[in-house]
């Protein structure tokens, strides 16, 4: 029952928060009530008929017939066709005409009702309630789209100015995209500990268990909302000095999922964002893409190597580069992290990474299954790559505006055989069974010299430490079941993940990254 009541609420509202929705339906009773009143006036007004002799007096009892006759049912039955018709769900600002169309929709069915049930019910009063409704539902549809344009696409024209920022550039107050997640809840903790006011934007399709423990920290904020909505960005980028976007969805298998709503969250929503935070003269944006941009090589991949991506997600990321290296302007200057696999512990843990998969295997069934061992990996801690993300931020943008940075170590790229006999350490009496199969043809060791040369960057944990961390968060019972969809991308995707992060469909112009991938599948 409750999964059902949560369906209806994400159809009827989308991701918005309940105090997004709360004032949204507050702000529409109001303006149906103001619709109404200005109705009832015009149909006084129109019909006339108004004693001379005290016309105030009889234009309020005229008045007081009209508006009460309808003011008890007229702004909830407003509202309620407006949730039904999917106006409270939050669309990207590009889809304003259908807006439009929503909107005038549900107010003609509205008026259609409304002239209806009088019909019905009270004959006699037809024309008298024709007289109010067909100004009541024009100007509700009117005001309620105008409302909704001033804040959707006008509203994106307007900077939201900043304050005042010392000459320096120093950064004291960043926005993390994607906060509560797997890098982003050891970012948050890092960025905290080093005395930032840390703004997190975070649609907690996992909750936000994972910040439990600095939730209330007293430079944190928390903000509930979906970064493909403009109104959400907007408000996310007010008094940011710095933008840490690591939103998306993660991993070959969930992004196969639903090719379109992968491109709006991954491609599309980063375009977005880098788009209105230069227009808010923000310069530092540092972007998490992926080594998976390599695809399959023989060589050793560095920042200035062509990407070959081999799957939807890798190519979502490479065109999202794009887009930001295409929006540098020299004051506006992002700063792309290319990743290598993800290891290790954080707030909010994941086993869908074929390292700490490996780790929970070997604990629970004593054996693991390497499929193409001979494929070579990157490999890098979570608390590592948040240390990245710190230093590239802190970094002059003389050093980092503009580039691309491999995030890892030249002494962790490990082949997948290579990765279980480590593992087979961790957990002695390990069985390691090598399966071959066509599914993953990636394959690619990557330079970590420019990243070590410009930041200093070296790995502080190596895979071996990272495993054994996994290794007994498991045996430890910190996990209480690995398997548990909550800790995978993938399976939570599956339930109802993926109808949460529903959205608009995105325009012609952003399926690009959709036609290139599937042009070279061809």
């Known amino acids: 029952m409750i999964d059902l009541l949560n369906r209806f609420r994400r159809r009827l509202f989308g991701n918005a928060s309940r105090k997004q929705v709360l004032l949204r339906v507050a702000v529409d009773l109001w303006v149906a009530n103001l619709v109404l009143i200005v109705a009832a006036v015009l149909r006084i007004v129109v019909t006339g008929h108004l004693n001379l002799d005290n016309p105030v ?16 049912w007229f702004g909830v039955w407003a509202v309620v066709l407006l949730a039904l018709a999917g106006v ?11 807006r439009f169309l929503t909107v005038t929709g549900a107010c003609a069915v509205g008026f259609a009702m409304h002239v209806g049930i009088t019909l019905v019910v009270l004959p006699e009063r037809l024309s008298a309630s024709v007289a109010v409704a067909t100004p009541a539902w024009t100007l509700l549809a009117i005001t309620i789209f105008g409302i909704r344009y001033s804040r959707m696409s006008v509203g994106q024209h307007y900077r939201v ?22 890098i982003g809840s050891v970012l948050t903790e890092q960025l905290l500990a080093k005395g930032y006011r840390v703004r997190i934007l975070d649609m907690e ?7 439990k423990s600095m939730i209330k920290h007293p430079r944190l904020e928390f903000m509930n909302g979906d970064f493909r909505n403009i109104e959400d960005i907007v408000r996310a980028l007010r008094d ?28 599309a929503a980063a375009k977005m964002m880098s788009q209105l935070a230069r227009a808010n003269g923000i310069s530092r944006v540092v972007f998490a893409s992926t080594c998976s941009v ?3 090589s023989e060589e050793i991949r560095t920042e200035e190597s062509d990407p070959r991506p081999v799957s939807l ?13 295409d929006a540098d302007n020299g004051i506006f200057r992002p700063t792309i992290l290319r990743f290598a696999t993800a290891y290790g512990w954080s707030h909010r843990p994941r086993f869908d990474l074929v390292a700490n998969l490996f780790a929970a295997q070997a604990v629970t069934e004593n054996h693991i299954r390497v499929f193409n061992g001979d494929q070579w990996r990157p490999f890098i801690h979570t608390r590592d790559i948040a240390r990245a ?31 279980g006999e480590i593992v087979g350490t961790a957990v002695p009496g390990t069985i390691v069974e090598a399966v071959s199969n066509d599914e993953d043809p990636r394959n690619y060791r990557v330079d970590f010299t420019k990243i070590q040369k410009v930041l200093g960057f070296r790995a502080s944990v190596d895979l071996k430490d990272g495993i054994e961390e996994m290794v007994e968060a498991v045996r430890s019972g910190a996990i209480s079941d690995w398997r548990d969809p909550v800790y995978s991308n993938l399976k939570t995707l599956q339930g109802d993940g993926l109808s949460a992060l529903k959205f608009e469909r995105p325009e012609a112009e952003e399926l690009h990254a959709t036609r290139r991938f599937l042009n070279r599948a061809a």
């Open 57 to 72: 007096g009889q234009m309020i009892s005229k008045f007081n017939a009209e508006y009460f006759l309808h003011a008890g």
């Open 294 to 296: 390599y695809g399959e």
């Open 240 to 267: 940011i000095d710095a933008v840490i976007h690591l939103a998306a969805i993660v991993g070959d298998p969930a992004c196969a999922l639903d090719n379109e709503t992968t491109i709006a969250v991954n491609y």
């Open 205 to 211: 399709l996992f909750g936000r268990d994972s910040l």
């Open 88 to 98: 409270y769900r939050p669309v990207p600002s590009s889809r304003i005409g259908r």
């Open 161 to 182: 100015v900043p304050r005042e920022k010392d000459e320096s550039g120093k950064v004291e107050d960043v926005l993390i995209v994607g906060g509560a997640g797997y």
């Open 313 to 325: 997600y890798a190519t979502t990321k490479v065109d999202a580069e794009r887009i930001l290296l």
């Open 389 to 419: 993300c710190v230093l590239a931020m802190e970094a002059p943008l003389s050093k980092v505006g503009g580039q691309i940075f491999n995030v890892g170590d030249h002494s962790q790229n490990f082949t997948l055989t290579q990765l």
